[in-house]
Structures are given as C-alpha cells and as structure tokens.
C-alpha cells in the first residue's frame, strides 16, 4: 500500500511568515511526491465561518489537486487534547509505520503507529525572552513535551536546528533542516525597472511592528542616514503592528523623519511585489530571526539587502559586508550610507542575492525531507 502523507494544513489558510513557507511547500510536495506517496490535508475549521470560505478559495485554486481533503468542525482546543491524549483518530492514519503525518503548528499528535515529524520554525522567545510576555521556563517545558512526541524535527535553518539542540535538548540526529525555496526565476527579476522621474528612492522592510524586530532600531538607523549622512531616501515599512499606530508615528516624529516614513500595514502579495520591485534596498535588522524570508525575497528580486549579524539572517546571506550588528546604530547608519551611496557596492550585492538566492529551490528542499523521511522508515 502507497505511504500517505497526512499533513495538518491550517497554515495554507493563513497569511504571514508561516503560511508563506507551509503553503507553497505542500502544494509543490503534492505535485513532486504524488505518484510515489498519497496526501492527506487535515483542515481544523471549528466554528469559524472564515476557514471555511478561506479553504472552499483554495479548493477552487487546484492548488490541492491530487490529496484527499479532510476538515472537523471541532475547536482546535478539543483537537489538541485528542490527537495529544490517546490519538483516537479524527481522520488520522493509525497502524501504519510507513505513514507520516507533518505538524505544521503547535498541535504534535502522540501516534502509535506513523511517525510524526514537527515543524519548528524558530524559538525566538526563548532566544530573546524580554520581547515577550509569559514565564520562558513554562514554554521550554511545554516545548519539549510536543519535541518528545516527535520522531523527528523540521527546522527552516541550520541556526534553528541549534537552538533546538541546545534549548530543547532533542538528538541533532532527529532534525533535517528544509530551507524554503524561492518563488521567483532569478532571471526573471523585475528589480532593474527605473524609478519614475521625481521619485524619492525608497528602503523597504518587511515583517512585523515588532519591538523583537528592531524596528525601532530601523528607525533610529534611518534617521541617523537622512540627519547626519544627508541621504536623499524614504523608508517603507509593512507588517501586522503589534504595538500600535501611534507608537510608530510618535517614534518617528521624535526622530524627525515623520515625513519620510510611511507605515502601510498588511499588504497582498501583488502589492508586495511593487514595492520590492521599486525598493533601492531592503532592511531587516531583528534582534533574532530563525530563517528571516523577506531577505531571501529580496535577494531573489534582485534587491540589495542590509541584515542584522544574528540568528540565521548571516545563514542566508552569506556575506559580511551585508550585516550590521543591531546593537551598533551608529556603525549600522555608516554602512548603509556607504552602501546606498555607491553603485558598485549596490551591484555586488544584488549580484550575490541572486546567486545565493538561486540555491534556495523548493526541488532541492522536498528531495532532501523526503529523502530524509524515507531513510528513517525503511
């Protein structure tokens, strides 16, 4: 009997970092991996009337053509207390050792039967704990619960994968690192279109309003870029906001760049593609990111980046001259005027983003988990 993948797949329903990578690689696993495993994709709908339109949207984009689809109308409270308790089922595979079911969220199945692999993103909050409420040690504790009802990781980089060994305490042996790929032909890059005449050339950032994310660093670092380096240059931040319009406005009225800035909160994917398309640069200085992927779109488009030196930022990049530590304005103000002021700086970049780009392919990363997964359950 053909090995099945059941995959918890609510991340496809979703917008943001996570859904950006879950998405795109179980509709590219469901095409490569068809004729030699089945699929199953599990929709946890609850009561929530906007799952199920989101879902019936994906449905009718054929991006799951080819994998059965299943959903309960159960809460993801009471899904959570069966699949970790007894795994009595819901439409889960049981029996089987050549099934494996995917964990894309916190919910780990205890299984007695398929192997179940958990995808851990990052662990930024025990990396950085002062950005975020809630006891650090109650979160390693429950962590390392649903790691020991995993018969293995999935971790988006090589800098996770150590955090998880040592935070975690799981075997290194236990963990493959599946990068996302690219979404984007490097050939294809659109980035080289001209700014229109009388247009101020702009710096991007995308991600989340988040103090985690420096952005109140990024800020600090333009305005010493437009006060003290006299760059002619706005700023264009997106992302959900987690502390509040006013806080951001406020911020950069103290800084003196208010009319240099501009907050557009969450933008479409097509929207997001102008604004990359135009950007003379992207910014992306957290304090700590376990992959960090607006980088690697960025350089996938062709687009100048200037990274924070932690985490797996420097994973990605791979080149020093493109990272500033975070803690460092003044030194970070520097390189950025440097870099935005001299063309041939600029053109080495987007030269290397897209070659290093063009090693993050989602063929590349599917034959390495399923070669991985099929190693395992031989």
């Known amino acids: 009997m053909m090995p099945r993948f059941f995959i918890d797949a609510l991340p496809i329903l979703g917008e943001g970092g996570i859904s950006n990578y879950i998405r795109p690689l179980i509709e590219n696993l ?45 809460p993801d409270r009471m899904v959570a207390k069966i699949w970790e308790s007894v795994f009595s089922g819901i439409h889960l595979p049981t029996g089987s050792s050549r099934d494996v079911i995917l964990a894309t969220t916190e919910i780990v199945p205890r299984s ?7 995808f851990v993103y990052d662990l930024i909050p025990l990396k950085i704990p002062q950005f975020f409420n809630g006891s650090c040690r109650r979160l390693r504790a429950t962590m390392q619960q649903r790691a020991r009802r995993a018969d293995f990781i999935i971790a988006l980089s090589e800098c996770t994968r150590s955090d998880i060994v040592e935070l975690l305490g799981y075997p290194e042996k236990k963990i493959v690192v599946v990068y996302p790929g690219t979404n984007i ?9 001209p700014v229109p005449p009388g247009t101020t050339r702009y710096i991007l950032y995308l991600g989340a309003l988040a103090l985690n994310k420096n952005v109140d660093g990024l800020l600090r670092i333009f305005a010493r870029c ?6 002619d ?12 319009p006013d806080y951001w406005k406020s911020l950069a009225n103290r800084l003196g760049v208010a009319d240099r800035v501009q907050f557009r909160g969450w933008v479409t994917d097509s929207e997001k593609e102008t604004l990359l398309n135009g950007a003379t640069m992207l910014w992306q200085f957290s304090w700590y990111e376990g992959f960090g ?26 080149n020093p001259d493109q990272e500033v530590d975070p803690a460092d304005e003044a030194a970070a103000a520097a390189r950025a005027s440097d870099a935005l002021r001299s063309p041939s700086a600029l053109s080495d970049w987007k030269a290397r983003g897209l070659r290093r780009a063009a090693e993050f392919t989602w063929a590349k990363s599917l034959h390495r988990l399923t070669s991985y997964i099929e190693a395992a359950i031989e």
């Open 30 to 74: 469901i095409e490569v991996q068809g004729a030699s495993w089945g699929c199953e994709l599990f929709f946890r709908l609850g009561f929530r009337g906007r799952r199920r339109y989101l879902l019936d949207n994906w449905s009718r984009s054929g991006a799951g053509q080819g994998s059965v689809i299943r959903s309960t109308r159960l």
């Open 112 to 118: 007695r039967g398929p192997r179940v692999g958990w």
């Open 185 to 193: 032909q490097p050939e294809s890059c659109v980035a080289d279109l």
């Open 226 to 231: 437009i006060h003290d380096y006299r760059l």
């Open 233 to 244: 240059m706005n700023l264009i931040l997106t992302g959900k906001d987690f502390c509040g």
């Open 293 to 318: 992927l607006p980088v690697l779109e960025a350089a996938s488009r062709g687009i100048p980046v200037l990274c924070s030196n932690r985490g797996a930022l420097p994973e990605i990049i791979q």
